[in-house]
């Protein structure tokens, strides 16, 4: 796993943890929205995932660009279904999603080499 791969997903948990510790109800019940929203129903998880990437790149939320990259590779997504992903959301975003879309590629690139250095290592 590449070490900014490896970053971010350490201190994302860390964090949830930290925050879902503490007795807040609204935060908890807001995270499990999030969580039951990417659940499989009338649209496939990763579906739903290139719909988050979209709206992340729009929003331009590196984490959650980030976040959502790394969940649709893990739904299958390749890497033409990822580039029309960064297109719309270039079309509706603006020039001004341009970097973080260089960022996205990138944490693409290193996400997927991550998943074919794990896969080589289970054969």
Same mark, same amino acid.
């Given at each position: 796993?590449? &070490?900014?791969?490896?970053?971010f997903?350490?201190?994302? $948990?860390r964090m =949830?943890? %930290?925050?879902? *510790?503490?007795? =807040? $109800?609204?935060?908890? %019940?807001?995270?499990?929205?999030?969580?039951q929203?990417y659940?499989?129903?009338? #649209? @496939? /998880?990763?579906?739903?995932e290139?719909?988050?990437? /979209?709206?992340? !790149?729009? !929003? %331009? +939320?590196d @984490? +959650?660009?980030?976040?959502?990259?790394?969940q +649709?590779v893990?739904?299958?997504v390749?890497? @033409?279904?990822?580039?029309?992903?960064?297109?719309?959301?270039?079309?509706?975003?603006?020039?001004?999603?341009?970097p973080?879309? %260089?960022r *996205?590629v990138d944490?693409?690139?290193?996400? #997927?080499?991550?998943r074919?250095?794990?896969?080589?290592?289970? &054969?």
């Open positions: 796993m590449s &070490d900014r791969l490896a970053e997903t350490a201190f994302r $948990q =949830n943890e %930290r925050i879902l *510790a503490q007795d =807040n $109800q609204v935060v908890r %019940r807001f995270f499990a929205l999030d969580t929203t659940k499989p129903g009338a #649209l @496939d /998880v990763k579906t739903k290139m719909l988050g990437l /979209v709206a992340s !790149l729009v !929003l %331009r +939320c @984490d +959650c660009i980030s976040y959502h990259v790394a +649709c893990q739904a299958g390749d890497e @033409d279904e990822f580039f029309e992903v960064f297109g719309v959301g270039l079309v509706v975003g603006g020039s001004i999603v341009i973080h879309l %260089r *996205a944490f693409l690139d290193q996400s #997927l080499a991550a074919d250095g794990s896969e080589a290592a289970e &054969d």
